[in-house]
Every structure is written in C-alpha cells, then in structure tokens.
C-alpha cells in the first residue's frame, strides 16, 4: 500500500505463469494479480476423515493446499513449544498436524531435558539430606544405589508425562505423524520416516524445532564423552568426571553425579559460574560445591583431550590452569544451538540467521506472514515456560485472536542445591545499562524456617524501582528457590510495589517468608532485622 509494504502468503506452492498487474497499478481486495502454475503434489488429496473446522484468521489463504495429510495447522516440533500450540489450536477448533521426529512427544524437555534431570536431582537432594541429618544426630549408612533400577525410575517417570500427551492428543483428534520433517514448499512439509514420505499441506505452520546441545571441536569421539542427553542416561557412576561448562545444565548433572558419589571437576571459561546471574546469587551455590567437588576451575578453557584405555587425558589453558589430567568421563555442557537450519525453512522463504535462531515478532509470525516460530528456536531464553507461552499466542493469532507476547519478566531457575531462581532486572544488567534501582537482601540466617531445614546460606533480593517502589527484578537462592520465585514473577506482572508485597501475610514459617521480610527491608518497616534507615549494624535475629 502507500504506508507499507506486506508479504501476501501463497495458498499454494508453484511458479508464477503470468503477472497481471504491473509496479505502480492499483488493486483491490480481489483483483487478479497473476496465474500460478501449482507445483505437482502426489498424494491420495483431500482428507475426507478431517472434520469441519472453521478458518482460520491470520493472514488465511483460501483452502488448504492438497497433499497427503492437510491441516489447518501443521506444528513442526512436538516438544512443550510445539505440543503446547497444537492443543492451543486444536481448541480453538482448528485442524492440526503435529510432526516430530522423536519416538514419544514432549521434546527434549520431557524426554531429555527438564522432568529427567529434576527426577534425578530429587533422588541428589535426598541424599545430601541424609548425609546433612548426621549433624541433627541422625546417621543413615551409605546408601546403595542401584543404577539400572534408577534409570529406569527415572524413564517410568518421562514415560507417565509422554504417554499423557499421547492420550491429550488422541482426545484433541490431532493428526501425529512421526519422522523427519522438512518444509519444501510455501505450505507444505515433507515427512521422512524411513523410505516412508508423507506431505502434509498446511495453511498456517508454527516452527517449534527447538534446539540441540552445542559440541565442542576436537573432542574425541568416545561414548565416554557425554552430551546432557548422554548423561541423563546414566549407565554409571564414573570415579572421576569433567564437567566442561558452568551453566545450570552442567552444575545440575555435577549435582547428580556428585551426590551420587563421582569427584566432579567443573571447568568453566568465564569468571563466574552460570555467567549473567548476579554474583552474590552464585556466592553460597560457589561455596558449597567447592567443598564438595574435587576442583572448580575459571577462567580456564580445554585446550585437547586424548582418549585411551586409562581414561579421558585433558589439557587446560587460561590463566591458572591446571596440569594435564586424567578422566573417567567428560560432560560437554557448553549451551543449546537453535534446530532453525535443518528444516528445509528456504523453501518457505523463512529466514534463519547464522547461528539458527528465526526472528519473530511480538505475535510469534516469522517474516513470512502464515508460519510463526515459538520456544528454543526464536531465541534466549531457551526454557520450557517462555516457549508454552509463546506457543499459545501463535495459537491464537491463527485462531484470529489479537493477542501478543507481553510477558514482562521470565523466569530463570537453576536447580542445583541451593536452588538459585531469579526474575526480571538483574543487577548486573542493570549496571550495565545504567539502571537506577534500590536492593534490599533478606539474609536466610534470619528466616527461622531455614534454619530448622539445617540450612543458613540462602538470601532473598528484591530490585526495586527508586521512584514507583515497583518491583523491578528479583533473585533468591536457597533450597525451593525454584518455587519462591513465581511469587515475584506475578509481583511484576501485576505492578506491585514492595509495600504490596511486605503487607501481603505470608505464611509463618516458610522460606516464603522471606520474599515478605526482603520487601519490608526495601520498605523501611522490616522488624526482622535492623530497618536499613536506623544506622546501626543490623544484627539478623531467627524468627
Ligand atoms: P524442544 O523441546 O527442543 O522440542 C523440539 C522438538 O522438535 C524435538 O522433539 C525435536 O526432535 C523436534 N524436531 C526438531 N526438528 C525437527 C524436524 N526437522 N522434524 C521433526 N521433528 C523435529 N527448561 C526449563 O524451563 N526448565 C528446566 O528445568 C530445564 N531443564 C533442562 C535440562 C536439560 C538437561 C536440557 C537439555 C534442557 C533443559 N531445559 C529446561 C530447556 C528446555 O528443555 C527447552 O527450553 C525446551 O524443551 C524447549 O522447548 P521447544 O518446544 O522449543 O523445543
């Protein structure tokens, strides 16, 4: 139009025989722009057994273009992005496609992320609990792990979780096809499963490729190297592991494996653990694991790692690194790289940047005006719960909803022992950017539940806005950070200020507490410890 410019979405994939209209002539809804000649499609067409559903909104074409499965919605990607929009969307009574190559849904964080590291992590917190018991006087003997039996709790509990979403689908009348998929048209994806093709014709595709662990060059190609997916299947318990990266997938894996009787070594480039976390969060998580791991190493980087019948042999360098040495196991846990560039998105006119990342807008919509792009594969942060959100936008949007990604913080947990979660601003980007904000650290020294959980290390931080008192960010670390933090995320979202937060009754005594006691410090009317405005030295008394 004069005032923009916009992508028009094809019905169907084809050659453009004859254009109609010429650069600078005006046309209207329903003017004929130009012939086109459709790609040959094979295929039995039309799925007579598909129900009627109603259009969909969003930039429709006018049918679905034929193939050998036709969806209103083909979502590419069945993992908590992709299965999450395709029961969106299903609800909202559209006719949906889901394709993964997997052989359950739920992607990797059913599969081999999120519910099989936390079942692990459970069985790690239980027994550093009953070693922490013996300083109330209670001994246990050593416990004996049984590791077959282990993974295969482990797999019961992935197992319940993907076989419910094979159920919510079969119930929502989903189409689910299996195999490898492509898109090699405008609207359809081609299906490889085995010598098996299937095309499926879409007006609409949601992309929820989601990612895969990133690998470091050089290292030998020896199962003894392990990727997280590798270490979630745990086979043993190594004497020795390297752990190479101290982001939270490698410092919850070094939890496991550490608890469950390993010498960890952590070997991390930057000059922090979970690099962009606030240091004074990673503080108490640094030191308990120091005295627990057999080395924690910074600033330092692999140089080469040789593989033979000893072990894994490895070279460090960085300043003050250590001799070579000798591994049973290595993790390479060094971040996630986005699946954008293996799915065929050139055929769809989808662009996909050097690293495989595919940029969206607040609706979710690629630059291409019919397919949308949700969870790990649009971009940081690569988490379950950014990507379940997005994903129902997308949803929606197809539906005709007008609706957007409006979040105003997501939430950031890791689940290592403490927990640390945090929210919104941190201070350190807050001093990079020049942000003005208040802090306010209730101490878990102070929170008498914490103390009757054995535990003293944990601190709870409020970042509030100078001027409004809102909240701005939030980070707490201690056992249950993980669960405390939602109470900040929703203080956000809502626009509380400290006061809302510090006069809301929290429940006495729980860690929860703490959020309540932190906002009253920010507020001047903490009673706990000593108000900040009383210039005294505070004294942290349990209550
Ligand atoms: P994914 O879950 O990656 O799913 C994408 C799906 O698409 C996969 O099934 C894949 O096989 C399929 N696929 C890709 N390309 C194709 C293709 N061409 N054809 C067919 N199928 C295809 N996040 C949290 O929020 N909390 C946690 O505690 C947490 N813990 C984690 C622990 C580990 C060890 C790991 C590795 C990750 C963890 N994550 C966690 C991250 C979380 O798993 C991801 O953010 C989340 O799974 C992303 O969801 P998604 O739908 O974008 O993609």
């Known amino acids: 139009s004069d005032k923009a410019t916009m992508d028009i979405p094809a019905p169907r994939a084809g050659t453009v025989a004859e254009l109609k209209v010429a650069v600078g002539d005006t046309v209207s809804e329903g003017s004929l722009i130009l012939l086109l000649a459709p790609a040959a499609v094979d295929g039995p067409g039309p799925d007579a057994a598909a129900p009627e559903a109603p259009a969909a909104a969003a930039g429709s074409p006018a049918s679905t273009p034929e193939a050998d499965v036709r969806a209103q919605v083909a979502v590419l990607g069945a993992g908590p992005g992709g299965y999450t929009a395709a029961f969106r969307a299903a609800d909202l009574g559209l006719q949906v496609a889901l394709i993964d190559r997997g052989e359950t849904l739920g992607g990797v964080c059913l599969n081999v992320g999120c519910i099989p590291s936390k079942a692990l992590l459970h069985v790690a917190r239980v027994l550093a609990e009953s070693e922490e018991l013996s300083a109330a006087g209670v001994s246990f003997a050593r416990p004996e792990v049984d590791i077959d039996a282990l993974r295969g709790w482990k797999e019961s509990v992935v197992g319940r979780l993907t076989g419910g979403l094979d159920g919510l689908a079969r119930r929502r009348k989903l189409q689910v096809i299996r195999g490898e998929g492509r898109l090699t048209g405008p609207n359809v994806i081609t299906v490889q499963s085995g010598d098996d093709e299937t095309t499926v014709g879409f007006e609409h595709c949601i992309v929820a490729a989601g990612s895969s662990p990133a690998s470091l060059p050089g290292l030998p190609d020896d199962e003894r190297v392990m990727d997280s997916t590798g270490a979630l299947d745990i086979t043993e318990v190594p004497e020795r592991l390297l752990v190479i990266g101290g982001g939270i997938i490698g410092l919850e894996m070094a939890t496991v494996y550490d608890a469950l009787g390993s010498r960890v070594t952590v070997v991390e480039l930057m000059d922090q653990l979970i690099p962009g976390c606030d240091a004074d969060l990673v503080k108490p998580l640094h030191k308990r694991i120091a005295a627990r ?100 936008v997308a949803a929606e949007v197809i539906a005709g909803d007008d609706v957007r990604w409006d979040a105003r913080s997501i939430p950031n947990v890791a689940y290592t022992d403490p927990e640390i979660a945090w929210t919104g601003l941190t201070e350190t980007r807050a001093r990079a950017e020049g942000i003005a904000y208040e802090k306010a650290t209730f101490p878990w020294a102070a929170s008498g539940r914490s103390l009757a959980q054995g535990r003293d290390d944990g601190l709870t931080k409020l970042l509030v806005e100078p001027e409004t008192r809102r909240l701005l960010g939030a980070g707490i670390v201690g056992p249950n950070a993980g669960e405390l933090i939602a109470e900040a995320v929703h203080a956000i979202e809502v626009g509380s200020d400290a006061q809302d937060i510090g006069l809301t009754i929290h429940p006495h005594p729980t860690l929860s507490e703490t959020l309540g006691l932190a906002a009253e410090l920010a507020d001047g009317t903490i009673t706990d410890l000593m108000p900040p405005r009383a210039k005294r030295a505070s004294t942290p008394a349990a209550t």
Request: hydrophobic residues 45%; charged residues 25%; without cysteine.
């Open 293 to 392: 791991y057999e080395a924690i190493h910074l600033g330092v980087r692999v140089d080469a790692v040789t593989a033979d019948d000893d072990g894994l042999t490895v070279s460090f360098a960085g300043e003050g690194a250590p001799a070579p040495q000798t591994f049973d196991r290595i993790l390479v846990a060094v971040g996630r790289r986005p699946n954008g560039a293996g799915i065929g998105a050139e055929a769809a006119g989808i662009e996909v940047d050097d690293r495989g990342f595919i940029a969206v807008d607040g609706q979710m919509r690629t630059n291409v005006g019919h397919v949308f792009a949700i969870g790990d594969v649009v971009g940081e942060p690569m988490l379950a719960h950014k990507a379940t959100h997005e994903a129902k």
